[in-house]
């Protein structure tokens, strides 16, 4: 079976930080873009950060520009999202995803999300 496993979301207090977690099972990861996306309750789901095959990363709301970063293990077969300086608008479910063609293209396998919340 394949599938998106994420991790390591929860309560955190405003300028705190959380590691996220996306192990792959039943595939490698090592081809494919990993996105992370959110969704904040009442809005859709946006894209956050990517990090391509080879290791470089896109960002897409200047919002976490700074704050964010995203790295990979190929030999874990997991992504991880690293935030930093959480601010309460962070708050939301987060995703991640793989992609076959890449961070701009069409996403093949999604996980079930992980929540996180921002909150004094």
């Known amino acids: 079976q394949l599938q998106l496993v994420e991790s390591g979301g929860g309560l955190v207090q405003p300028g705190g930080s959380l590691r996220l977690s996306c192990a792959a099972s039943?595939?490698?990861?090592?081809?494919?873009?990993i996105g992370w996306f959110r969704q904040a309750p009442g809005k859709e789901r946006e894209g956050v950060i990517c990090i391509s095959s080879s290791g470089g990363s896109t960002i897409f709301p200047d919002s976490v520009l700074g704050r964010f970063t995203i790295s990979r293990d190929n030999a874990k077969n997991t992504v991880y999202l690293q935030m930093n300086g959480l601010k309460p608008e962070d708050t939301g479910v987060y995703y991640c995803?793989?992609?076959?063609?890449?961070?701009?293209?069409?996403?093949?396998?999604w996980g079930q999300g992980t929540q996180v919340t921002v909150s004094s």
């Open positions: 039943g595939f490698t990861l090592d081809y494919y873009a």
């Open positions: 995803a793989a992609s076959w063609g890449g961070c701009q293209d069409e996403y093949d396998y």
